[in-house]
């Protein structure tokens, strides 16, 4: 099948399937607060990391939801890791509440402090990364026209681990159990890892080899 993103046949497929092709992407689970101390806490589907050094990572609101405003405003949010025994805590966040009141009490959370940043850290979460924004941008389209989406990048400054799944100095991440966004209704949850290692000169860090679950 071939189509022109601008001539889908909805009769084929009545359903956009652009996000169930880039799959899996990691859930950005994003806490802020705005300058007047409001708390903030919702999922967001389109989110990365886009360099190691230093660590960056970034999310994408369509259009100014409460997380992009407030990390505008005070230059600092707070990505927490959504697991799957977080899942349904995790969905309850994306309810569309009044403006300004937390989904932290709304989902049954604890908050918990962080150290470098203002906004909480979902206290169950097995990894939380404390980020100051470095940019906020306005994504176009190929013709130059706005389109809805921000992309908020912030820079990692401070990162939080459950000691419980630090194992040999590695992170087992099967463990924890993430889960990842995926298309229409559907997530997927990390249940097995296997590696590849690059050829000489490949570039990346060492990775020490391990057994994988």
């Not at 994408?60 to 005070?74: C, L, Q, V, Y």
Request: charged share 20%; with cysteine.
């Amino acid at each position: 099948m071939y189509y022109e993103t601008a001539n889908r046949d909805k009769t084929l497929l009545p359903h956009d399937p652009f996000k169930a092709l880039v799959v899996p992407r990691p859930v950005g689970w994003v806490s802020t607060m705005n300058r007047a101390g409001q708390i903030n806490l919702a999922p967001y589907s389109y989110f990365n990391a886009f360099a190691g050094r230093p660590p960056i990572v970034g999310f994408s609101s369509d259009g100014p939801k409460d997380s992009a405003t407030f990390a505008e405003e005070t230059r600092e949010f707070v990505w927490n890791m959504a697991t799957y025994p977080l899942r349904d805590q995790m969905n309850a966040t994306s309810a569309p509440l009044a403006r300004g009141e937390s989904e932290f009490p709304y989902a049954g959370l604890e908050m918990a402090p962080c150290h470098l940043v203002r906004p909480p850290r979902v206290a169950a979460s097995p990894a939380s990364l404390e980020c100051k924004v470095v940019d906020v941008i306005r994504l176009k389209d190929v013709n130059g026209e706005p389109v809805d989406n921000i992309l908020v990048l912030g820079q990692v400054v401070a990162v939080h681990i459950d000691d419980r799944f630090i194992k040999d100095g590695i992170v087992d991440a099967v463990a924890m159990q993430p889960i990842a966004r995926c298309g229409y209704a559907d997530y997927a949850i990390v249940k097995d890892m296997f590696q590849i290692i690059r050829p000489a000169g490949g570039g990346g860090e060492p990775v020490p080899e391990q057994k994988r679950g």
